[in-house]
């Protein structure tokens, strides 16, 4: 299990980059229908098609998030604790969209695309479960969504961070051990790795990931990204 949050807690940062990449895509649509409304280039369907696209990648994205940060830290932590405005929502929209196929994005006015509800959703016990979205464009709701999350996961950093367990020496040196059993690496490089063995495993001394740190930076990455979203 110690193995397994080693790399759960190292992917931390590539999964909040993953969320800023699929608001940037989500901006970028947005902004291609707003262009295309302005010169009444009709129809609308590809670029409607590809913001649902986007959404439901983007509500997985923060499901990965939830997810490995319990993993990373071993600790249980709510939607609402993750996003206090948006937590229920994001419950049964994220439910909704990869389990009942939903897409969620069904309304515009003027040059912005809305949500709009009731929307249902079937439960684990086969009830069905209505909820309202909230009122504002989608981009407005995923800047403001994102800005939130990247605070709630700052703050569980900064309260949980010391417990997502850090590679050491040995599981460096167990990983260049791991690497010779693998097929897929070419005999040529196994032989290189063997004779080179001594000095890999000196390479290690010392070594330290700073986990919390790099996916601070991280996450002040993908702050900026909502920054720019919203200009």
């Given at each position: ?13 590539g999964k ?17 229908i ?10 609308l ?7 649902n ?6 509500l997985n994205?923060?499901?990965s998030?939830?997810?490995g940060f ?19 929502f994001?419950?049964y929209?994220?439910n ?29 016990h ?5 909820f309202?979205?909230p ?8 800047c ?6 990247l605070t709630?996961?700052?703050g569980?950093?900064k ?19 791991a690497?010779?059993?693998?097929d ?15 000095s ?9 990931i ?5 996916t ?5 990455l993908?702050?900026?990204?909502v ?5």
């Amino acid at each position: 299990m110690r193995d397994f949050r080693v790399a759960v807690g190292n992917s931390l940062k590539g999964k909040i980059s993953e969320l800023g990449f699929f608001l940037q895509q989500i901006a970028g649509v947005t902004r291609t229908i707003e262009q295309k409304h302005l010169r009444q280039d009709y129809p609308l369907n590809v670029e409607l098609d590809k913001l649902n696209y986007f959404f439901s990648a983007y509500l997985n994205a923060i499901q990965s998030l939830k997810d490995g940060f319990k993993t990373a830290m071993g600790v249980s932590f709510s939607w609402n604790e993750l996003s206090p405005t948006y937590g229920d929502f994001i419950f049964y929209c994220r439910n909704a969209a990869t389990h009942d196929g939903y897409h969620l994005i069904n309304s515009g006015q003027g040059t912005k695309n809305y949500i709009i509800g009731p929307l249902r959703r079937i439960d684990g016990h086969g009830k069905i479960i209505p909820f309202d979205p909230p009122r504002e464009d989608i981009l407005t709701l995923c800047c403001n969504l994102t800005d939130e999350i990247l605070t709630s996961l700052s703050g569980l950093l900064k309260r949980e961070g010391a417990k997502i367990p850090v590679a050491e020496e040995s599981d460096f040196k167990k990983a260049v051990q791991a690497s010779l059993a693998i097929d897929f690496i070419p005999k040529e490089t196994k032989e290189l790795i063997k004779a080179n063995l001594p000095s890999i495993d000196t390479s290690f001394k010392g070594v330290k990931i700073d986990i919390v740190q790099q996916t601070n930076d991280a996450i002040s990455l993908v702050a900026q990204i909502v920054a720019h979203a919203r200009t």
